[in-house]
């Protein structure tokens, strides 16, 4: 059994929380996880950088000097790509490279990479408590208690009812702590997770976090 730790919003560890080890089996593997974040990078991307090619420089079509009779080498014209503005060769046009991503391969990336996470101790269960307005003082002081939260964290919710609903004022808190960021588990992706170096799951949201990773 692995075990987490629940914490309230002083920082003080109020109990633990138990998860099966059946539950951190790693079904993915390291191949397919790097292709599911590469393919996320990649569709992340606009792909709208663009140059112009010879045929689209608008320059005279007239040549730079004359074909013969003064010894040098002949040219065609002064969008030729060695001439000052001109055409540029093997520069980058707008392309459509939108990688698939397997809803399988993504499901299990993600329950691997949670996994990993559990092993590893950096996944702690919040206990939100009343939070009856914005107070960044109070989560950073949450964040400077628990040994470990100093580097990125990432802090995962239950959608409920939305940035309106019951959580508004607990993510006004963090937004402007320095790399401290807030995801909904329901549109949690890999990419999220590998580049926190901790979890902090909403003790609202533990249910939906197990089921990620296969409890019913």
Not at 42 to 70: D, F, L
């Amino acid at each position: 059994m692995a075990t987490l730790k629940k914490y309230d919003l002083h920082g003080k560890e109020v109990g633990t929380v138990q998860v099966d080890e059946a539950l951190l089996k790693e079904p993915a593997h390291p191949q397919s996880i790097k292709d599911y974040i590469v393919a996320l990078r990649n569709n992340a991307r606009q792909w709208s950088a663009n140059t112009k090619v010879r045929k689209e420089i608008n320059r005279t079509g007239r040549k730079p000097h004359p074909q013969k009779g003064q010894g040098r080498s002949r040219q065609g014209d002064l969008a030729a790509p060695h001439y000052r503005g001109g055409g540029i060769v093997f520069g980058p046009k707008p392309r459509d490279i939108h990688t698939r991503i397997n809803q399988k391969e993504k499901r299990a990336a993600i329950r691997t990479l949670i996994a990993e996470k559990i092993k590893g101790g950096q996944v702690h269960i919040l206990e939100k408590g009343d939070l009856k307005q914005p107070k960044t003082q109070r989560m950073a002081e949450f964040f400077e208690a628990i040994p470990g939260l100093d580097k990125r964290v990432l802090l995962l919710c239950d959608l409920g009812r939305g940035v309106k609903g019951h959580h508004v004022h607990l993510l006004k808190s963090i937004r402007n702590i320095p790399k401290k960021e807030y995801a909904w588990l329901s549109q949690i992706n890999g990419y999220e997770l590998i580049r926190s170096h901790t979890l902090i799951v909403l003790d609202s949201a533990l249910d939906e976090f197990l089921s990620i990773l296969g409890a019913s």
